[in-house]
């Protein structure tokens, strides 16, 4: 069975559309990346899995049980962690603390959020000397390393990661792709990116989508494989046929 | 010399009681983004509870003390769920009408009951101050001072140094993310107007014995309060407590000096000047990390 089932979700803001019936699926285990351009419904579909935006109908089913129309802080008790677009680190708190916070859908005590936040530096051994560090202090990488690090305090079946390559250094995104090629071993991830090259690295399967629709999924070489969709989407050279 | 000792034992006594209503301004404004209005009728309340359990219901001090503070946490519940949350997906605007039209409930019920004439609360102790060198200080403003510095450590204790104070933080500081993190943003907001109730309250019940238990006396703490939490830099913990000594001090020495009749002047003066020249207030810069 598959851990998270969309079936024609519908997302309205206003009078936009901004999901007009999508559809995907993510099994367990799986690396599952969402590419589109800007404006074509990828944050939003990640906003209607963890609760933040109400879907107006559709349903999306995690572990066969409906959770549409939940509400975030119920819905990441359940084992789904979004770790949103721009990283949203708390600019007052530290490093650590940030961290700490991530463990909130669980029950455990201060001392054991304090210990596995440390043990999340092995993972992350690159903001490890600023764990001390304010929020508000650090660069984008950092805070980009601190955010996907928070996000799996949450010990979720499911992380979502928006956009976590935008506005960082290549040698960084090559970093941050290690690393969740590394958080693959035990977790299940929806990854949206606009760099296709980088996002079906990684992954297992991939959708495209398009004004609020799925205009295609595939395997990572399949998609490739698609003259148009390389081109629009996945930066090659072939010419797009109407 | 010893008069300067004495005004400024003074002035930080009544300027911790502006600290203690300016910090329950602050810690609800950064949880909600919204100035309630209603901060200084939490201490008119809970000075108007003391003297029913402590005058009219003649129970000792202590206990009259406790219970005015637990109806002030259950105020602070029902201001939550009667002004704040019906209201909390609204613009700032609707909310700040609702904390006004919240006050105006609370003064005029009080007055309903009580009559516009000012009650008179007996302070804690019976001894009425002790003389230490050439300052004499007044036993009720070392109750306000040692309470106050009490709290100012309670406070920095408990949001550095605890998960609680940490979710508080992050709540006040981003809720959608809060709220994906899995805290419970609804609870954080309560536990917020509670606390900032309790604190409203105690300031009330601690600067009652001194001033009379007015219907008045709430909007005149509160516009003090805010002067020093403007002065201080808005939103700001630190500041709104030297906002609140400052303000306290500048017009007690103002009417030593310069005018009784004009004291209240003096912190509007101070208010204006900081508008003009320093808009973002003495500590208004550290404000600009929340955006």
């Known amino acids: 069975m598959a851990l998270l089932d969309i079936r024609d979700l519908v997302v309205r803001y206003g009078e936009i559309e901004a999901l007009r019936g999508v559809s995907l699926t993510v099994d367990p285990g799986q690396v599952v990346t969402l590419l589109g351009a800007n404006g074509a419904g990828k944050s939003t579909t990640l906003r209607a899995i963890s609760g933040l935006t109400k879907p107006a109908s559709g349903e999306i089913l995690f572990d066969g049980k409906p959770i549409a129309g939940l509400g975030p802080e119920t819905i990441v008790r359940l084992g789904i962690s979004h770790v949103p677009e721009g990283r949203r680190i708390f600019p007052g708190l530290t490093v650590k603390e940030n961290i700490m916070l991530g463990g909130s859908n669980r029950r455990a005590a201060p001392s054991e959020l304090s210990r596995e936040a440390d043990a999340m530096f092995d993972l992350f051994p690159d903001i490890r000397k600023f764990s001390g560090a304010l929020g508000w202090t650090l660069s984008g990488g950092q805070l980009q390393m601190v955010a996907v690090a928070r996000g799996l305090m949450a010990k979720p079946r499911l992380l979502l990661l928006d956009e976590p390559s935008l506005g960082l250094a290549p040698v960084i995104v090559q970093a941050l792709f290690k690393i969740i090629a590394e958080i693959r071993r035990t977790t299940t991830v929806l990854l949206v990116e606009q760099n296709a090259r980088m996002g079906l690295s990684v992954a297992d399967y991939g959708y495209v989508l398009e004004t609020g629709r799925i205009v295609l999924g595939g395997k990572p070489d399949e998609l490739w494989g698609n003259e148009a969709i390389a081109a629009a989407y996945l930066g090659g050279h072939a010419k797009i046929s109407a | ?291």
């Open chain 2, 1 to 291: 010399m010893d008069l300067v000792l004495q005004l400024l034992f003074t002035g930080i006594g009544i300027g911790a009681v502006y600290a203690l209503v300016a910090l329950g301004f602050v810690l609800i404004f950064r949880a909600t983004n919204v100035v309630n209005f209603a901060q200084g009728e939490f201490s008119m309340v809970a000075a108007y509870l003391m003297v029913v359990f402590s005058v009219d219901l003649g129970w000792p001090y202590w206990l009259s003390f406790l219970l005015s503070l637990a109806g002030m946490a259950l105020l602070g519940v029902i201001f939550n769920l009667g002004v704040y949350y019906p209201l909390r997906h609204r613009s700032f605007l609707p909310v700040i009408i609702a904390t006004i039209g919240a006050s105006i409930l609370m003064a005029n019920s009080v007055l309903a009951i009580y009559g516009p004439q000012p009650q008179v609360l007996q302070g804690w102790f019976d001894t009425p101050g002790i003389q230490l060198g050439p300052v004499y200080l007044d036993s009720q403003y070392l109750l306000i001072i040692a309470v106050t510095i009490a709290l100012v450590i309670f406070n920095y204790w408990f949001f550095e140094h605890t998960m609680l104070g940490k979710k508080l933080q992050a709540t006040s500081q981003d809720k959608e993310m809060a709220s994906l993190l899995g805290i419970s943003v609804s609870t954080m907001i309560m536990l917020t107007f509670i606390y900032s109730a309790v604190l409203g309250g105690l300031a009330g019940i601690l600067v009652a014995p001194v001033l009379f238990v007015s219907i008045q006396m709430g909007s005149t703490i509160a516009l003090k309060a805010f002067a020093a939490t403007i002065i201080g830099g808005f939103g700001d913990v630190t500041g709104a407590i030297i906002g609140g000594l400052a303000l306290g001090v500048i017009e007690t020495f103002g009417a030593a000096y310069i005018s009784v009749p004009y004291k209240d002047g003096f912190a509007f003066l101070v208010l204006i000047l900081f508008l003009v020249f320093r808009p973002q207030g003495i500590f208004g810069e550290r404000v600009a990390e929340k955006a």
